[in-house]
């Protein structure tokens, strides 16, 4: 079955940067767009950015120019590197992949405060 890990979360000061991994498996990864997703106490769910298979890109207009989305599909993993991190970035983030439905792993916790 589909399985996501994230991983590289943690806690960075208003400025600094993360990178987030997703780690895949159980479907073809590279014939599959992946997403991120994240969530804010007490809010819903939002996209982030997604990649297609063939490599294009798309972000929400609250990250555009600080975030950047990549795939590695010999080591089936997608990164979002986030740059010049605001606190208003702080959320649980998700990958997410498409596959004969929506599939979501555990989501990895990112929290910007001085």
């Known amino acids: 079955q589909v399985q996501l890990v994230e991983a590289g979360g943690g806690l960075v000061q208003p400025g600094g940067s993360l990178r987030l991994s997703c780690a895949a498996s159980?479907?073809?990864?590279?014939?599959?767009?992946m997403r991120w997703y994240r969530q804010a106490p007490g809010k819903g769910r939002v996209f982030v950015a997604s990649?297609?298979?063939?490599?294009?890109?798309n972000y929400a207009d609250s990250v555009k120019g600080r975030f950047t989305i990549s795939r590695d599909n010999a080591k089936n993993t997608v990164y979002l590197q986030m740059n010049s991190l605001k606190p208003e970035d702080t959320a649980l983030y998700y990958c997410?992949?498409?596959?004969?439905?929506?599939?979501w792993g555990q989501g990895t916790q990112v929290t910007v405060s001085s």
């Open positions: 997410n992949a498409r596959v004969l439905g929506d599939s």
């Open positions: 990649i297609s298979s063939g490599g294009s890109t």
């Open positions: 159980g479907f073809t990864f590279s014939a599959y767009a």
